[in-house]
């Protein structure tokens, strides 16, 4: 059975880097029929956190890429990893090494063979007299290459000079990253390792560990990595916000998987929202492209966008009524207009955070508003007067609008000069939601002391 999986250090939240590599571990496993395993790397004991994992946990379950079985953690398996390094002692590639800074994962090579052919008797007096040591690989030197297959990437090749005797146990006792992945994987029948191109360098010495086990490596697939505008390793600077961030800011899981699945992957829905389970019967790992993708807010808008619109006015009306003015008195579909201009705003939000600051926003009368012209300053005053005698009940976007067609008629003035005038008399600016619907929800009160200024605007 096809097995994928995910495995963060639980060091801080879920990024949208780190999101977009569940997001295909997920989507090749059920497009396969296989499972999908999530496992924290926690072996950083003094930065890993129980409150980041349940972050994760829950920011993975709100995108819908939910693990087919209980999550793992390497803190819980030392002991075996002890029967491993054993194993793997057993086998002759494994040698204590008491070098002054022997934990850097790249000494020079005269230090490391100092100890790798320490006789025996010397090797055994210092773990008796309690020297600290670390663990070290004894890469294999009987031959010029090793070489390993890249799903997108082909055969690699790597000279065996270039690498050196890597740590596999620290001298406090915790494995390192490179050997107990390997340990975890191969005991969770982990057959498709898919994750960020940075971990390539770490491929060929875990190709060595698997060997010197006897074990089948699983098949590699790197992925590029998601950089920021500037073509740099994306990072919260240059705009890598957590998902729990989004989720807070009131973005759908919907949006936030649509846009990550086009991160890379070629054969991603671009005109249409599809949560993962939809998004994994038409996944296909080839389609990856080797070019890093761009980290991109407006195509990720774009996205955002489309899922506020399936959004229900009325609903975000309960949500959002706190913000909009309390008239003393109203026309009787007020909530009516009041959804209405929530409709209005939809179209140029991303997330309810955008639409809350809209609303906020639309009835903020600017310190500075355009000017309005003199000719136009007469027939306000008038327009003001009939609109000071519009009933409570009837002051709502529906009956304004009548009363302002017939003013203009009556008056005989263009459409556009009326709406024009009388927006920057109400709103400061030129342009905006419909003004009937405005006025309606702006309240009679509110409304009538905007046009009665005292500077005439």
Same mark, same amino acid.
């Given at each position: ?7 963060? *250090? ?9 999101? =977009?590599? /569940?997001?295909?571990? &997920? ?82 090579? /005269?230090? $490391? ?12 007096? +210092? ?19 090793? *070489? ?28 390192? &990253?490179?050997? $107990? ?13 898919? =994750? ?38 994306? *990072? ?18 919907? /949006?936030?998987? *649509? ?17 993962? $389970? ?15 993708? /761009? ?57 309810? +955070? ?64 009326? &709406? ?15 003004? $009937? ?21």
């Amino acid at each position: 059975m096809v097995s994928t999986r995910f495995a963060p *250090s639980p060091t801080g939240l879920l990024h949208i880097g780190g999101a =977009r590599t /569940a997001l295909f571990n &997920y989507l090749y496993a059920k497009r396969n029929g296989g499972r999908f395993l999530l496992r924290f790397e926690d072996t950083d004991r003094e930065r890993s956190s129980s409150l980041f994992e349940e972050a994760i946990l829950s920011d993975l379950q709100w995108l819908g890429i939910v693990p087919d079985e209980k999550a793992s953690r390497q803190t819980e398996r030392g002991a075996r990893y002890a029967e491993v390094l054993e194993r793997i002692r057993a086998n002759g590639f494994a040698y204590p090494c008491f070098c002054p800074h022997g934990e850097d994962p790249n000494p020079r090579r /005269a230090q $490391a063979d100092v100890c790798r052919f320490l006789p025996q008797e010397e090797r055994l007096r +210092k773990i008796a007299s309690e020297e600290p040591f670390c663990v070290r690989f004894a890469v294999p030197r009987g031959c010029s290459r090793i *070489s390993f297959h890249d799903r997108l990437r082909g055969e690699l090749s790597v000279k065996i000079s270039s690498i050196e005797d890597f740590v596999l146990l620290r001298s406090d006792g915790s494995p390192t &990253y490179l050997f $107990a992945v390997v340990a975890d994987d191969h005991d969770f029948n982990v057959t498709h390792v898919i =994750r960020g191109e940075e971990h390539l360098p770490n491929t060929p010495k875990q190709e060595l560990i698997y060997r010197a086990l006897g074990w089948e490596a699983p098949e590699w697939t790197h992925i590029p990595m998601v950089l920021d505008s500037q073509r740099h390793k994306l *990072s919260k600077r240059s705009g890598a916000i957590s998902v729990a961030s989004y989720r807070e800011d009131g973005w759908t899981s919907e /949006a936030l998987v *649509s846009y990550m699945a086009t991160l890379s992957w070629a054969g991603a829905p671009a005109d249409r929202l599809s949560d993962a $389970a939809a998004l994994a019967e038409r996944f296909d790992i080839g389609d990856v492209s080797l070019d890093s993708p /761009a980290h991109d807010p407006q195509r990720m808008s774009h996205f955002g966008k489309m899922a506020m619109r399936k959004l229900d006015p009325d609903a975000l009306l309960r949500e959002y009524e706190a913000l909009f003015p309390q008239p003393e008195s109203h026309g009787w579909d007020l909530d009516s207009d009041r959804a209405a201009l929530i409709s209005e705003l939809i179209p140029g939000c991303a997330c309810k +955070k955008e639409i809350e600051t809209a609303i906020r926003e639309v009835f903020i009368f600017p310190p500075s508003p355009e000017e309005v012209e003199p000719a136009d300053k007469a027939w306000l005053d008038e327009l003001g007067r009939e609109l000071a005698s519009v009933a409570p009940e009837e002051w709502n976007s529906r009956d304004l609008k009548n009363t302002l067609k017939d003013f203009q008629k009556k008056r005989e003035l263009k459409g556009k000069t009326v &709406y024009h005038a009388l927006r920057i008399k109400l709103t400061g600016t030129g342009h905006g939601i419909p003004i $009937a619907l405005f006025m309606g929800c702006l309240g009679k009160k509110k409304a009538l002391e905007r046009l009665d200024a005292a500077d005439g605007l």
